[in-house]
């Protein structure tokens, strides 16, 4: 069998959330099932470590899929004529994106729709993009698959797609997200916050992250209590910095906030394997990759009660309105006083992390293809 995979995501060392997925699903499905080949479809000049085995053959479009004109271009005329001139008998997409049209089977994974929901989160022509053409994309695949019940239950509610037809393929994490000694840990400190424990968010600066909630809330946490905790921000800018840069001049303690921008993964374990906690508190999240890398790490979790937060963090974590300032202080404050507290979230996390793993997924991925194909 010949099976054509959307890889436009890969690219080296600028592995986002759909990128990671797309790497560590495809990494091992083509070593998996060494019987058929792999065309894989850059939309740009490909690094040869993302060219997993034998039966993996790299091919590239005319243009990058970087801009809304691009990506039509490219799923409506440069994929198809790819697929055909392969003589694949499969599509398979990881990120949302495909023809309209197929005229192969089609599996495709949408990883949530939070797009429809904060329309205002993108730029203008992304989000017009998305909203148009991501529906008809969910109903002309065969099959989908997305990385949460939440999730599955959002796009079937929303775009009235038979919740049969669509399965949930949690993501993973990778295996270097482990504790570290003590020693180690001090050592991070004093590089990262001066010594001090911290509060830790990664992910993208993004509106629907609700970093702004997260800097009002430490700051009240520091106003209520005598603690000497900073908190570090890991993570680029996905849309304007205005609204956190006002909220940072009206903050009495922005001295205590540190923004590391962007980390490669060796550099981020270390960072959340050292934190005195992780703090998620999106009013959105499809999956929710960091609170499983805290809980790798034995980290305990604050995170939203809401969308697929609670089915991520289960008993692991400490639930807040990520609307209400105060209750996302007042659990700050509880994770720094109540030692029994934080101790039974991590001894929980070792129940709740076996649940994620990227060869679990990549075996929930294939048997969604092999569903597809009955």
Request: hydrophobic share 40%; proline share 5%.
């Amino acid at each position: 069998m010949i099976i054509a995979v959307n890889t436009q995501t890969l690219l080296k060392d600028k592995l986002e959330g759909l990128g990671s997925f797309t790497d560590e699903i495809l990494s091992r499905m083509v070593k998996n099932h060494p019987e058929h080949k792999f065309v894989f479809i850059f939309d740009r000049d490909w690094d040869q470590s993302f060219i997993y085995a034998d039966n993996v053959i790299p091919v590239k479009t005319t243009l990058p899929s970087r801009h809304p004109f691009l990506w039509y271009y490219n799923f409506e005329y440069a994929v198809p004529k790819i697929i055909s001139g392969r003589k694949a008998d499969i599509f398979l997409s990881t990120d949302g994106y495909m023809p309209m049209h197929p005229k192969v089977k089609t599996y495709n994974v949408i990883h949530d729709i939070g797009f429809v929901h904060q329309p205002k989160n993108q730029p203008p022509l992304t989000s017009k993009y998305y909203n148009k053409y991501f529906p008809i994309f969910a109903h002309s695949a065969d099959r989908l698959g997305t990385v949460s019940e939440y999730s599955k239950a959002d796009i079937s509610k929303t775009w009235n797609i038979n919740p049969d037809k669509i399965d949930v393929i949690y993501n993973g994490v990778k295996t270097i997200f482990s504790p570290i000694s003590e020693d180690e840990q001090t050592k991070v400190r004093d590089n990262v916050s001066d010594g001090c424990p911290y509060f830790l968010f990664v992910g993208s600066l993004n509106p629907r992250k609700n970093i702004e909630g997260l800097l009002r809330a430490f700051d009240q946490f520091k106003e209520k209590g005598n603690v000497n905790h900073k908190l570090v921000i890991v993570g680029e800018c996905m849309w304007s910095m205005s609204s956190i840069d006002h909220e940072l001049e009206h903050m009495k303690h922005a001295e205590d906030v540190v923004f590391l921008g962007r980390l490669q993964p060796a550099e981020l374990q270390n960072v959340v394997a050292s934190a005195y906690a992780l703090v998620l508190v999106s009013f959105l999240e499809g999956f929710g990759v960091p609170l499983v890398e805290a809980m790798n790490c034995n980290v305990p979790v604050i995170t939203s009660n809401c969308t697929s937060m609670p089915e991520v963090a289960g008993n692991a974590g400490l639930l807040v309105n990520p609307y209400s300032v105060e209750e996302i202080a007042d659990a700050m404050m509880q994770m720094s006083t109540d030692k029994d507290l934080r101790s039974t979230l991590v001894e929980n996390a070792k129940t709740q992390r076996e649940k994620f793993s990227w060869d679990k997924s990549a075996i929930d991925l294939w048997n969604g293809i092999e569903k597809m194909l009955e």
